[in-house]
């Protein structure tokens, strides 16, 4: 069965941290290019960072640059987000899912900035 199971979000305050995980299964991991994408409440979900099959190119939203990094462990079928400085404006919930040809989205996980 396909899969995407997300965890590590939660409440933080503005300027702090935060690390998600995705766990996927190796039908949607392997060999693909992957995605954190977000989705606040009233918008559109976006593309925040993606990253190669090999973990060796990177891309970012202009609005995460320089303060998220994506990475992959592909032994562990697994993509991380750290999340760093973050703001009130970064609040959503977010997903991982391939970049191209993407599968059925898992439940995301919640991302509250606020003090």
């Known amino acids: 069965q396909v899969q995407l199971v997300e965890s590590g979000g939660g409440l933080v305050q503005p300027g702090g941290s935060l690390r998600l995980s995705c766990a996927a299964s190796a039908s949607i991991f392997s060999l693909n290019p992957m995605g954190w994408y977000r989705q606040a409440p009233g918008k559109q979900r976006e593309l925040v960072a993606r990253?190669?099959?090999?973990?060796?190119?990177?891309n970012y939203a202009d609005s995460v640059k320089g303060r998220f990094t994506i990475s992959r462990d592909n032994a562990k079928n697994t993509v991380y987000l750290q999340m760093n400085s973050l703001k009130p404006e970064d609040t959503a919930v977010y997903y991982c899912?391939?970049?191209?040809?993407?599968?059925?989205w898992g439940q995301g996980t919640q991302v509250t900035v606020s003090s």
């Open positions: 899912n391939r970049v191209y040809a993407m599968v059925t």
């Open positions: 990253i190669s099959t090999t973990g060796g190119i990177t």
